[in-house]
């Protein structure tokens, strides 16, 4: 592993906050930080620049919460305030792992967390600091998937890891239908066209009009963000090339 080397250099990382509620399925699983902080600190000592976009549904869903009557632009910066609390959950597990951290909200709270300010994180990932941004874009009806692709292009990343609890994109769910079958390949269209939820639409057509990959994984594989980050051939790959690679 010594002589290997990195095929990114600078990552953007997303998690949903079902991710961090392990098998609760609600609020934050301390033994899902500590892990996901060790597989972080992981490939921060090969040099790799490390940015987060956390989700908040493990403690607040702004979408489910319209749908029963509340005001969608309310509920959602109800949702933001939640990825405001799983960050800061997962910066004091980075840094008891050792890993410098820095988190960014796009709502101002500052006892919490500075102000999202591009160029400052640009220069937090150069001193190898891990940035977490929290608080969506800032606005309502913009999901988190959306902030990170919008993230991920002002950091100059390389390549988006979306953390799932599964092996990557099928064709049907997986856990619905057992014969359903793991793309290695997608393209943006066919993701659009298939309505496969790999990210919502918005955030994929950034992604698309930017040349941004996308890497969909089991976030529960062991050294799974190394794997990743190594270049072995782990989950789907959202790109503009190939459509519709099946594994066998």
């Keep these: 592993m010594a002589s290997e080397k990195p095929k990114y250099k600078r990552i953007l990382l997303k998690l ?3 991710a961090l509620a392990g098998k609760a399925g609600y609020g934050i699983d301390t033994d899902i930080l500590a892990e996901i902080s060790r597989d972080v600190k992981e490939i921060r000592e090969l040099g790799v620049e490390v940015c987060i976009v956390l989700g908040g549904g493990n403690i607040f869903r702004g979408l489910a919460a319209a749908a029963h009557g509340m005001d969608r632009s309310q509920a959602d910066y109800m949702g933001m305030l939640a990825t405001v609390m799983n960050s800061l959950a997962l910066q004091d597990a980075l840094e008891r792992a050792g890993v410098f ?3 960014q909200s796009a709502i101002e709270i500052q006892e919490l967390a500075e102000p999202y300010i591009r160029r400052r994180a640009v220069r937090h990932l150069e001193k190898k600091r891990v940035v977490i ?3 969506g874009t800032g606005n309502p009806y913009f999901s988190t998937d959306t902030a990170a692709s919008l993230r991920a292009m002002e950091m100059d990343a390389e390549v988006i890891l979306k953390a799932t609890k599964v092996d990557g994109v099928y064709d ?7 014969d359903a079958k793991l793309f290695t390949q997608l393209s943006y269209i066919e993701v659009l066209q298939k309505n496969l939820k790999v990210m919502d639409s918005t955030a994929i057509s950034l992604c698309m009009d930017n040349e941004l990959p996308i890497i969909v994984f089991n976030l529960n594989r062991p050294h799974g963000i190394l794997d990743v980050v190594m270049g072995k051939p782990v989950g789907t790959l959202v790109t ?3 459509k519709g690679a099946r594994s066998e």
């Design 240 to 242: 503009t090339g190939q």
């Design 16 to 18: 949903s906050g079902e």
């Design 172 to 178: 049907a769910d997986p856990v619905k239908h057992k």
């Design 101 to 103: 951290t820095r988190v």
């Design 133 to 135: 941004f929290a608080g």
